[in-house]
């Protein structure tokens, strides 16, 4: 399975950003997207997955009022819309396939997951 993530950029605060991750290779391999990000010296952190079967959705609390994840299977892409930004956002922004389902409170941990892309920088900036 491979993963491409694109969309990063440059944003201002309050503006908004779509990240896409692109997923190609052996389809059957993965039940689980989910989005990490990374900013400099911090651990990456879980920010939403959904499920590639059933479209169960999480998104991590400090961000579930403003970024959405959906997926569209003909295209076998997930997106994340990251909306109303903040500079807290700011981040190296990773999609990663698991082989199992978005399991509530278990999705957010990297370790689950078996499939990494490259990451797309996001800079929130004024």
């Known amino acids: 399975v491979q993963l491409q993530a694109s969309g990063g950029g440059l944003v201002q605060p309050g503006g908004s950003l779509r990240l896409s991750c692109t997923v190609s290779?052996?389809?059957?391999?993965?039940?689980?997207i989910g989005w990490f990000r990374q900013a400099p010296s911090t651990e990456r952190e879980g920010v939403a997955c959904?499920?590639?079967?059933?479209?169960?959705?999480f998104v991590t609390y400090p961000v579930k009022d403003r970024f959405t994840i959906s997926g569209d299977a003909a295209k076998n892409a997930v997106y994340l819309q990251m909306d109303r930004m903040k500079f807290e956002d700011a981040a190296v922004y990773y999609c990663?396939?698991?082989?199992?389902?978005?399991?509530?409170?278990?999705?957010?941990?990297?370790?689950?997951?078996?499939?990494w892309g490259r990451g797309t920088e996001v800079t929130v900036s004024s």
């Open positions: 990663a396939a698991g082989r199992r389902a978005c399991v509530r409170g278990v999705w957010v941990l990297p370790r689950k997951y078996h499939y």
């Open positions: 290779g052996r389809l059957s391999d993965y039940y689980g």
């Open positions: 959904i499920s590639r079967r059933d479209g169960t959705k």
